[in-house]
């Protein structure tokens, strides 16, 4: 993830130092927090914040006896992993559901949060879990609010409730709420109007929202693109508003990221959502956890399986499973899987979950090129079903005709046909290898796989 690319490099190599040390002494820990200290504070992470953080760790690690534990380097990256997740908020923060129907929920923040995009993301994640939520266009002074609200309700078909720019917002909540109460909407979201700073009638008007509407949640919007500042606008709403919970948008930018781990220290808030892009579906419960073993290079293993699960066909995946075990797999197969694995997103959002991804060497800077996956795309759909499954037709004037109608060059095509064959070669190669009791020989099995994965294999994008 982008956000936290710098530090994470950097507190991963602080810590491949002390992995690789048999004893570790104070000083190799305070070495190791000094350099944490440092990454955290060029993350843009609140200076009193980085100063607890430390202490709390240092504490644990000095008072260990580490000389005793099996890696004494592990159990320092250990207590680091549980204190970043204590200080992101240690669990997952849910949303509140009232006792009786429906759930409101307030959207506030300044103007440019990402408020009124983050509304339609929310509603939408809301139908996922079988709920029909309502949106209610609070926002008449910025141009084009309503509108906007009103698109992104077409967009996943959810009702937005709007009495247009000329009636007050408290008038709109409670006529969106009686509307919502009527209509059997069982969540009501609130888009309400930022300003570019925080100023007294804005937060009046909230509050006056606020008491009307009697919120369940009440959730800051805040851009995690601004640094110090977001932590800055949480505090100043916090003591306004009393939030209940905080939204980071952009949270791919390519920033240091350091809000996400200063909101919940300074306001006491959880982070209860975070969106990861442009996507109307981009936005995902945060996990504390999950970030905090991002951060450290450990992967987020759990939220790629969550995402193979909701995207992928099990029954279809074992198929596939068979017949690359069993070198049967044609151009239509590989197009199904890349069917499959761009339902799970952004590639490079997907690389990013794997551990040590940024480790391996070329991978860090491997950019995943949607363009190329979709001209891969092209030159297989202008196959004929016959072609797809017996790529040994393919003639030279037949991978002329498919260049042409795949607008690529036969140049292109020839790659990704020997690219093709050399896949479904690894793969016998590889099944063969692995045979049913698992790698065959230690040796053979090593000097197979480096042959196999020597330096021609490359993925056809």
Do not use: W
Not at 73 to 99: C, F, H, P, Y
Not at 189 to 197: K, M, N, P, Q, V
Not at 290 to 316: H, P, T, V, W
């Amino acid at each position: 993830m982008a956000a936290f690319e710098s530090l994470s490099s950097r507190l991963q190599n602080v810590f491949s130092k002390l992995r690789g040390k048999g004893k570790v002494s104070e000083e190799d820990v305070n070495d190791a927090m000094r350099e944490v200290r440092l990454a955290l504070l060029e993350a843009d992470v609140n200076f009193k914040v980085v100063k607890d953080f430390i202490a709390k760790v240092k504490e644990q690690a000095v008072g260990l006896d580490v000389s005793k534990s099996f890696t004494p380097g592990m159990v320092v990256i250990d207590i680091v992993n549980k204190e970043l997740t204590e200080l992101m908020g240690g669990t997952q923060s849910k949303l509140v559901k009232a006792n009786k129907p429906p759930t409101v929920i307030m959207m506030a923040g300044l103007q440019g949060a990402g408020k009124t995009t983050t509304t339609g993301k929310l509603a939408k994640l809301l139908q996922k879990g079988n709920h029909k939520p309502l949106m209610i266009a609070c926002d008449i002074y910025r141009p084009a609010a309503i509108k906007q609200l009103q698109v992104l309700g077409d967009q996943i078909n959810a009702p937005v409730f709007s009495m247009g720019d000329q009636t007050s917002p408290v008038d709109i909540a409670r006529a969106g709420l009686q509307h919502a109460k009527e209509n059997g909407n069982d969540y009501v979201i609130i888009d309400t109007a930022g300003r570019l700073h925080i100023d007294e009638e804005l937060m009046e008007e909230l509050k006056q929202i606020h008491q009307i509407t009697k919120p369940d949640e009440v959730l800051l919007v805040v851009d995690a693109m601004t640094g110090q500042d977001a932590v800055n606008v949480a505090k100043s709403f916090h003591e306004q508003l009393e939030l209940t919970g905080v939204v980071l948008t952009k949270l791919d930018g390519d920033t240091r990221g350091g809000a996400a781990l200063s909101v919940k220290a300074v306001t006491g808030c959880p982070i209860k959502f975070a969106a990861m892009g442009e996507k109307i579906d981009s936005l995902e419960p945060f996990h504390p956890e999950r970030m905090a073993s991002r951060i450290l290079g450990m992967g987020d293993m759990l939220s790629l399986i969550e995402k193979a699960q909701s995207n992928i066909d099990a029954e279809k995946a074992k198929e596939m499973e068979r017949k690359m075990r069993t070198a049967e797999f044609t151009f239509e197969d590989f197009l199904e899987q890349m069917e499959q694995v761009r339902n799970l997103g952004p590639l490079d959002q997907i690389m990013d979950m794997l551990p040590g991804m940024n480790k391996m060497k070329g991978m860090k800077d491997m950019k995943v090129d949607e363009k190329q996956i979709g001209r891969v795309e092209a030159i297989v759909r202008s196959m004929t079903k016959e072609e797809k499954q017996k790529p040994e037709l393919l003639n030279h004037s037949r991978r002329k005709r498919v260049a042409a109608g795949s607008g690529t060059t036969v140049v292109e095509v020839n790659r990704l046909i020997k690219q093709f064959d050399d896949m479904k070669k690894m793969m016998k190669q590889f099944s063969s290898m692995m045979g049913p009791k698992g790698p065959k020989g230690s040796k053979g099995g090593k000097k197979g796989l480096k042959g196999l994965l020597g330096k021609n294999m490359k993925f056809p994008f």
